[in-house]
């Protein structure tokens, strides 16, 4: 109104005319863009990759935004003080990035030595991949965590994906068991014996407390991987729920059945679909069912989405509060 022009006009001389604007609105709508395909239904109609290199288009965002605060943003113009320290926490932010994200995996990587020594075929579509290397105690890494995976063969160098150890760590050997979800895990049972390994982690909090409870793991098809190495290291008395639409589904079966056996632990298989199961297999009442003093237990749950979802609100509604239940969801 002030310059007796049109919106379009004005648009166009803010976005030519006023310093580094037409860079901050381009990184404006990067951000916007990165925004709209985290949204749930964009994620489940894109392959991961897709989804993981749009992200990267953040740093470019980020970078494209920077010159125009300076030259149109009030608190800066006439502030020498403001812009040393936004430029400082800026540069601080992008040398934690670097070394986190660039020089920390590659000094493991030169200082563990990380490669394949084996894939194995767990089940129909799924397979278990052996990595070994040098002083990986040093790791720290945990029952539970994760860890980034970038396998230097041609076609996967390029992208790195989280994968769960799915036994406990050991001094020379770490394993993670994949399930053919896309071109990544696919191309993963065909790895062979010393392909490299950058490795970035180990990552997370689903690891075990030391409470002194009793402890529940609930597991839905792959999403028993993790779960798989806490069976195996948790003291004291533990109880497994292994929830599968099918025996095709169930992972490492003679190997939860020995871990069982050899600690006195107790398994639960429920096979099946409802309508075959006759009801809800992980409703509260069933739960209780099957695991005496349930509201006393540390519960760790891991599977898909909406299985996770479901047993959460399960076993609150059985009685467990929340600051007990601990889960993991296998979706990005």
């Known amino acids: 109104m002030q310059a007796h022009t049109s919106v379009t006009s004005e648009t166009a001389t803010l976005l030519t005319q006023y310093p580094d604007v037409l860079m901050a609105t381009v990184g404006g709508f990067l951000l916007l863009g990165v925004g ?18 749009l992200h990267l288009y953040t740093y470019l965002a980020i970078a494209l935004a920077f ?15 403001a812009r040393f320290w936004w430029s400082a926490m800026y540069l601080t932010v992008a040398v934690l990035v670097l070394w986190y994200r660039v020089a920390v995996p590659l000094r493991a990587f030169a200082r563990h030595e990380f490669k394949v020594i084996g894939v194995k075929a767990e089940g129909p579509g799924v397979i278990s991949v052996y ?6 105690d040093e790791l720290a890494a945990e029952p539970g965590q994760f860890f980034r995976w970038r396998f230097l ?5 390029w992208s790195s994906h989280p994968y769960s150890l799915s036994a406990a760590p050991g001094s020379d050997v770490l394993r993670i068991t994949v399930k053919d ?6 191309a993963l049972s ?21 409470t002194g ?20 290291t948790l003291p004291g008395a533990v109880t497994l729920i292994y929830r599968a639409s099918s025996e095709q589904e169930i992972v490492f079966r003679d190997e939860l059945d020995a871990i069982a056996a050899a600690r006195g632990a107790t398994v639960y298989y429920l096979v099946g679909t409802r309508a075959e199961i006759g009801g809800d297999p992980l409703s509260p009442r069933m739960l209780r ?22 047993a959460v609100e399960a076993l609150h509604a059985a009685g467990v509060p929340r600051r007990q239940i601990h889960f993991e969801s296998f979706e990005f």
């Open 36 to 53: 709209l395909v985290s949204m749930r239904a964009a994620r489940q109609r894109m392959r991961y990759e897709t989804w993981y290199y």
């Open 67 to 81: 010159s125009h605060q300076f030259a149109v943003g009030q608190a800066f113009i006439s502030n020498l003080a």
């Open 131 to 136: 990595i070994g290397g040098s002083h990986l």
């Open 153 to 157: 063969t041609r076609s996967l160098w």
């Open 181 to 186: 979800l896309g071109d990544h895990s696919q």
């Open 190 to 210: 065909r790895l062979r014996p010393g392909t490299r390994v950058i490795a970035e982690g180990p990552y997370g909090a689903f690891t075990a407390g030391r």
């Open 213 to 232: 409870r009793g402890v529940l793991l609930l597991a839905g098809g792959v999403g028993i991987t993790p779960l798989r190495a806490m069976f195996a």
């Open 289 to 310: 069912s099957l695991v005496p003093a349930l509201d006393q237990q540390e519960v760790y749950v891991c599977g898909p989405s909406g299985m996770t979802s479901a």
